[in-house]
């Protein structure tokens, strides 16, 4: 028994709470939101330090029972990986929260309300170990979003709000159908223990969820008018931590409760991957506007990321968790850059960009550095990661690996155009010098994100070697033990 | 007990019905409809009461009574509503009252 | 030993840091300085690990040594690993040694520059990824020094990032680099499927257990990766483009030290070519076509360090036909020469340039000879080892190389036709680069704009390396001499056994007949150009649009791409994106309406409606009963 993993879940709930309850003014609350955030943080590194990371199965963990006849349980519990992943989100949400912070959002209370509410049931996402609460979290995750991306969104949010609830509602509620089927007919919600099954509709169910969430092409249609509309740092969350919130979806739920609809699907969810990894490649290669280009760039990721969950060896699933890790934190900061470039210059076309290097140094290190390692150059993180991947995936077939290789290829285009349309050759209409260099809140939400990189580009084994227990050959398994 | 079979006063019973369902059916004058639904619901009871007595038992003169009472006051709202439509100089045709459609 | 190669890779990376981080408060000057100095910690901590080599007898020449774990997953193990034997020491010192000159020169060059601290950030992180390179212990960490390189290239070359020119370069050279980062990960994940690792003692002995086609397929991949980064054909076209780097950058990344790199490569993973004889034969192949290729372009180049650029590219097209044919030594033995050779003729072109404020096209220039005496006679040492002429350094490697040719067969006797066509060519074009330079009348343009350099720190700091550079080019070739004084071949033999050796005749008269080619090619440049007996022929056109390869890959990679991502956009993204929920929309508004047609608002209807389901409720009734 442990509270660890259920104050992780509920510090930022009361976080919400006193927020809304509590007579503060504005400055007040940002404050202390941005406060609970790194407190989130401060609880997660003791987390970690308590994590034992020899020991493959569930640490952390938490067990009470909630509708006993249908022996539905609050069963919470960390993994290796999903340790990582709610790291990566609490140190996301905290960066998102500072720059909204910086930025000022106007209705406050609410606004910064919604935001714990959303990181406490992120957190609950990837810690839940219950189908039902896995559920009531992944709900919980979209309220907020919905009245965050449709509230404090650009011009277009309403549209694109509607699109994101249509497709994420009708993925859920297949979702939900395959949890009540599954969980009637295998006696119990609960993850852990509660051995495979083998049919192909329920698992299904679960994968179209998690297929418009993360998104799988071609249910992406409702990805760039979200990541377009919304604000820079609810984008940053979105991109960052939500879409692997599906993720990890496919990985705890999908692939290791169902090892036979996995193994028989595989194939058709690896051409959906492949194909959203081309295609988000070469769409981010001829986007017109900053967001553009890191919204179809994350499509590509999710497929790279898919592709390695679903070669299911060694290779491609620690190179996946490593990936989800490093697109979590690339694309936050990608979407901070971009919002912070979006103020200055008041907007985002790269065709009104341009020479923004000169007199910002510190802008041009940041986004150069970040994008050098979005673009996976050998060295960075994201190469581990997308080497790892591809490795894994190249013994499921060959084809596989090439159409990955051709994605470095396009990747190097699409990204070097970016930092070159923003910061190169002369200052568009739209950049003037009263355009400032990063300022030192800025730097102090971006530097953090860009340092964790680049510790994971020394050291990515820090994740690989600690995801799944000492024997991850065995992990699947082990996992359900 | 005297008197002709019950067979006879269910083929009566049957033919008010139809008649009565043909009326509704048929004509176009909400009161003349409505005075078919009456027919209708007469040959109903009478249905009600043979069997009543065919069985020797008094569940279907309840029941009969039950459906006068109905009737009365279907009639009373009926009738209500189409003085309300005179009063309007709507014109009394079933077929022309369609504001309803979907 | 250990330490001092651990010290060796990361000194220049804690420049780098350091400079980034402190920024303004470092002092321009200071950057250099810095930079300088970690490089030449570097070189000295080579020397150490060279100097505890030698004391190791030749078979045991051999220490890897891992500091961390870099990527793991299961039984998969990648660390941060080096290793220190001959080849690595070899390179180390000539990296280190060669970088730490260009380093201390670039002071000079680039003093006054606004951006000076970001040029020497990177180019210390240059040379510390090439050091990553060079003296990785695994293919995995190799790669990611390979793609640093090429990251520290793309920085470099587009440093000056307000011309657009630059920037295109810039963008070109990364993304035909990454064409062969991809290859080179495709070799790696066959190679990972076979042998479970990538550590250089696991995976070499392995070799010629693979099956045929995979041994081709992994040389084949690990070729594509050596012959993007080194330029050769059919990935050629970004090095002259590179020029648009400052000079410096020229002389250390894009002749010493980067693009040797597939060089590098071939030699290191030598058994898994040698596993693929055809392919080995193909880079051999490939290296010959580019040095005839590149010749004829410079034949017609009128940017003087586009001339050098495409003899770069020339010569590691000798050392892709001697690595090709087996001749490890003599390769390694003509890239520690041509580094020498070509960084210094890239700084002296620096001087000139700088000299001329700007000014790269040599139909301008002219009697440089009376403007820049010491200048003149460096550019002439370099020319003159690049022409192979003895005994200056480029005679000794370029001609072992040819002789080990000679040495092979039929097709080593066929590419040493190649070669020899090469040297004329080389002869050629080098000498009419000096010539159009440095001899003849002064011009107009050179009298108006020529000013003297100072003698102070900048003076200094251009003049000691070039210097340095110039005794190396002319001595360095003694080095190594035929059969009869080898110890580069020697030091080499534990690492990289050569395939084939050159008996003493063919030796001789390869030489022979080398010099006398190149010496007849200088001969036609001076009467042409020194002398102005005769006029040039006019150029074809072939030559002049770099026989079109340019163009080529425009219409068949960098155009379609455009038009499919164009297309995917309009046919593809356009209509899910907007219709799929219109659509849906649409679909359940046509049910609606459908369904809507039930609602007739007539009473007869509805009561018509009743009188039928009654009347079906009540056979169903009856039959079920």
Redesign the interface.
């Given at each position: 028994m442990h509270w660890l993993t259920t104050a992780l879940i509920l510090l930022p709930v009361g976080g919400a709470l006193a927020i809304w309850i509590l007579p503060l003014q504005s400055f007040a609350v940002g404050s202390t939101a941005l406060l609970v955030a790194l407190a989130e943080v401060g609880l997660w590194i003791d987390s970690v330090a308590r994590f034992d990371f020899s020991k493959p199965g569930l640490q952390l963990d938490q067990r009470t029972s909630w509708f006993s006849d249908l022996h539905v349980s609050y069963h919470v519990g960390l993994y290796g990986f999903s340790l990582w992943l709610v790291g990566m989100t609490v140190v996301v949400m905290a960066a998102a929260i500072a720059y909204a912070f910086w930025a000022g959002r106007d209705r406050p209370r609410a606004y910064y309300g919604l935001m714990l509410l959303l990181t406490g049931a992120l957190v609950g996402v990837f810690a839940a170990q219950d189908l039902l609460l896995f559920y009531v979290f992944w709900e919980a995750m979209l309220i907020p979003l919905y009245v965050l991306v449709g509230v404090w969104g650009g011009a277009g949010r309403l549209r694109a709000t509607l699109v994101f609830v249509i497709y994420t509602m009708a993925g859920s509620l297949l979702m939900l159908a395959s949890i009540i089927v599954l969980g009637i007919s295998q006696g119990t919600f609960d993850l852990v223990g509660s051995g495979t099954n083998g049919s192909d509709w329920i698992f299904l169910g679960f994968v179209a969820a998690f297929a418009v969430k993360a998104p799988l092409f071609p249910l992406h249609a409702w990805l760039p008018e979200a990541y377009r509309e919304s604000s820079p740092e609810v984008a940053a969350v979105l991109s960052g931590v939500v879409s692997k919130a599906a993720a990890y979806g496919f990985l705890r739920i999908a692939i290791s409760k169902f090892p036979g609809p996995t193994s028989d699907f595989r194939i058709p969810i690896l051409v959906l991957a492949g194909c959203g990894l081309i295609y988000g490649s070469l769409l981010a290669f001829r986007a017109p506007d900053v967001r553009g280009v890191v919204a179809y760039s994350s499509l590509a990721q999710l497929g790279l990321i898919t592709f390695g969950l679903f070669a299911v060896n060694d290779l491609g699933l620690n190179g996946a968790v490593l990936q989800m890790v490093n697109h979590g934190l690339i694309s936050a900061t990608l979407f901070l850059l971009a919002g912070g470039i979006e103020r200055r210059a008041a907007t985002g076309e790269l065709a009104r960009l341009g020479g923004m290097a000169r007199g910002r140094p510190a802008l041009a290190t940041v986004l150069m550095t970040t994008g050098i390692i979005a673009l996976a150059v050998p060295g960075s993180t994201a190469f581990a990661g997308e080497f790892a991947i591809l490795a894994g995936v190249f013994r499921t077939g060959w084809a596989w690996a090439v159409v990955g290789g051709i994605a470095i290829v396009l990747a190097a285009m699409y990204m070097l155009r970016l930092i070159s349309a923003v910061l190169h050759i002369s200052p568009g209409p739209a950049v003037s010098d009263a355009a400032l260099d990063l300022r030192p809140a800025e730097l102090g939400f971006l530097v953090p994100l860009v340092a964790c990189l680049l510790v994971l580009s020394a050291w990515p084994a820090a994740i690989t070697d600690r995801s799944f227990g000492s024997s991850p050959s065995s992990a699947i398994s082990e996992v359900l033990r | 007990m005297n008197g002709p079979d019950v067979v006879w006063y269910l083929c009566v019973a049957a033919f008010l019905f139809c008649t009565g369902?043909l009326g509704?059916?048929i004509r176009r004058s909400?009161l003349i409809?409505l005075l078919s639904l009456e027919i209708m619901l007469n040959g109903s009871n009478l249905a009600l009461i043979a069997f009543a007595r065919h069985h020797g038992r008094e569940d279907g003169q309840i029941f009969a009574l039950a459906v006068m009472a109905v009737a009365a006051s279907e009639v009373v709202v009926g009738l209500g509503l189409i003085v309300a439509m005179a009063r309007r100089r709507l014109d009394l045709d079933?077929?022309k009252?369609?504001?309803?459609?979907? | 030993m250990i330490a001092a190669a651990w010290i060796c890779l990361f000194a220049p990376l804690g420049a780098a840091i350091a400079i980034t981080l402190l920024g303004q408060r470092l002092t321009r000057r200071g950057a250099g300085y810095l930079a300088t100095t970690s490089v030449g910690m570097s070189f000295v901590a080579a020397l150490v690990s060279f100097a505890g080599l030698l004391g190791d007898s030749p078979s045991q020449r051999y220490h890897p040594s891992t500091l961390w774990r870099w990527l793991t997953a299961g039984p998969y193990d990648f660390g941060m690993r080096i290793t220190v034997d001959p080849l690595s020491a070899f390179m180390m010192l000539v990296v280190a040694g060669v970088g730490f000159l260009i380093v201390w020169y670039s002071i000079g060059y680039m003093d006054g520059d606004d951006e000076e601290r970001r040029y020497f950030a990177y180019m210390a992180l240059f040379v510390f990824s090439m050091l990553l390179l060079v003296q990785s212990g695994n293919l995995l960490l190799l790669l990611a020094g390979w793609g640093l390189v090429g990251l520290s290239s793309y920085l470099l070359i587009g440093f000056w990032h307000e011309r657009p020119s630059a920037i295109a370069a810039a963008k070109k050279a990364f993304v035909m680099n990454a064409v062969g980062d991809a290859t080179m990960a495709l070799a790696l994940f066959l190679l990972i499927q076979r042998t479970r690792s990538l550590d250089f003692e696991k995976v070499f002995p392995q070799a010629p257990a693979f099956g045929g086609w995979a041994a081709n397929l992994i040389a084949l991949g690990l070729l594509g990766g050596a012959v993007a980064k080194s330029a050769q054909l059919p990935l050629q076209t970004w090095l002259p483009d590179a020029m648009e780097g400052p000079t410096p950058v020229s002389a250390l990344i894009h002749a010493a030290t980067m693009v040797t790199a597939g060089v590098y490569l071939i030699v290191r993973t030598h058994t898994l070519f040698e596993a693929a004889p055809r392919v080995e034969e193909l880079a051999a192949g490939l290296g010959a076509a580019t040095l005839l290729l590149a010749g004829l372009i410079a034949l017609v180049q009128t940017d003087i360090k586009r001339v050098i650029a495409y003899s770069t590219m020339s010569q590691i097209g000798y050392m892709f036909l001697g690595v090709g044919l087996g001749a490890y030594a003599n390769g390694m033995f003509h890239l520690m020469t041509h580094a020498f050779f070509k960084a210094l003729l890239f700084m002296a072109a620096g001087i000139v340039i700088h000299a001329l404020a700007g000014e790269q096209d040599m139909r301008r220039m002219g009697g440089l000879r009376q403007f820049l005496p010491r200048t003149y006679w460096a550019f002439m040492v370099g020319a003159l080892a690049l022409a192979g002429v003895p005994p200056f350094a480029g005679f000794f490697s370029k001609d072992s190389i040819l002789a080990a040719a000679l040495a092979h067969g039929w097709y080593g006797q066929l590419l040493w036709v190649v070669g020899m066509v090469g040297t004329f060519l080389t002869g050629l074009y080098t000498f009419r680069m000096l010539f159009m330079a440095f001899w003849g009348e002064p011009s107009a343009f050179v009298r108006e704009h020529f000013h003297a350099l100072n003698r102070d720190v900048v003076g200094v700091s251009l003049a000691v390396p070039v210097g340095v550079l110039t005794v190396l080019a002319a001595l360095g070739g003694w080095l190594q001499f035929a059969d009869v004084w080898t110890p580069v071949s020697n030091w080499l033999e534990p690492v990289a056994p050569a395939l084939v050796e050159a008996s003493g005749l063919q030796e001789a008269a390869s030489s022979a007949i080398a010099v006398v080619l190149g010496i007849a090619g200088i001969g036609v440049a001076w009467w042409i150009y020194g002398a102005r007996r005769a006029e040039a022929p006019r150029s074809l056109p072939l030559l002049e649009h770099k026989f079109y390869f340019d163009e080529l890959y425009d219409a068949l990679f960098y155009r379609p791409a455009v038009f499919l991502a164009n297309a995917l956009l309009k046919w593809v993204e356009r209509p899910l994106v907007f219709g799929s929920v219109r659509e849906l929309a649409g679909a359940i508004r046509e049910l609606g309406l459908e369904?809507?047609?039930?609602?007739?608002?007539?009473?007869?209807t509805y009561?018509?409606a009743i009188?039928a389901s009654v009347a079906v409720a009540t056979l169903v009734f009856v039959v079920v009963r």
């Open positions: - | 369902a509704v059916l909400p409809v079933v077929d009252l369609r504001t309803l459609r979907g | 369904t809507r047609s039930i609602q007739t608002g007539l009473v007869r009561a018509l009188a």
